[in-house]
Antibody
């Protein structure tokens, strides 16, 4: 059974870089059928798509975050990662990683990890 | 960018009721519309993809319809476990966008 698990610090200081890793188990991140994505949810608010990556390294990002965002994939470790720099309090959210099933939605999700931006 | 608007934002209903949630896109998205259910403290769960295709394991009381710019999610007979927040999401083009959510509460 496919599982995704986010990991990374729960507290990041303003202006620093938020780094999260998603580890995929029970399936290969190198599958040609899927993209792998990040979605976030500020406390008490709705969902925002951050960006997605293919096993080849091809990416597409939300333009609202693109200038601060990099998503990497490491197929040998079955992991992909999110780097968001110059964070502010507005980046405080639960961050989810998920599998994107070829324009048919995000069909498997990690449990989510809360990242708080605060000094 | 495509904007997604859900209505209502909140809804009170009773067990056994039939409820419908509407999602509108700011431009045509064909049938590239997905519905999620989210319970407090949990990740969203994909219920329906492609406007009407029920995901494996999702009860048949859930159904989706629509195309173009207007879509609906219908729950034919509410069960206690259905009280949650529901989101639509367009996967027609990036940036993908979610609706603001519909919170379904017990009356």
């Amino acid at each position: 059974q496919l599982q995704l698990q986010e990991s990374g610090p729960g507290l990041v200081k303003p202006s620093e870089t938020l780094l999260l890793t998603c580890t995929v188990s029970g399936g290969s991140i190198s599958s040609t059928s899927y993209y792998w994505g990040w979605i976030r949810q500020p406390p008490g608010k709705g969902l925002e798509w951050i960006g997605s990556i293919y096993y080849s390294g091809s990416t597409y990002y939300n333009p609202s975050l693109k200038s601060r965002l990099t998503i990497h994939i490491e197929t040998s470790k079955n992991q992909f990662s999110l780097h968001l720099n110059s964070v502010t309090a507005a980046d405080t959210a639960v961050y989810y990683c998920a599998r994107e099933n070829d324009s048919r939605g995000f069909d498997h999700w990690g449990q989510g990890t809360l990242v708080t931006v605060s000094s | 960018d495509i904007q997604m608007t859900q209505s209502p934002s909140s809804l009170s209903a009773s067990v056994g009721d039939r409820v419908t949630i509407t999602c509108r896109a700011s431009q045509s998205i064909s049938r590239y519309l997905n519905w999620y259910q989210q319970k407090p403290g949990k990740a969203p769960n994909l219920l329906i993809s492609g406007a009407y295709s029920l995901q494996s394991g999702v009860p048949s009381r859930f159904s989706g319809s629509g195309s173009g710019t207007e879509f609906t999610l219908t729950i034919s007979s509410l069960q206690p476990e259905d009280f949650a927040t529901y989101y639509c999401q367009q996967s027609y083009s990036t940036p993908y966008a979610f609706g603001q959510g519909t919170k379904l509460e017990i009356k």
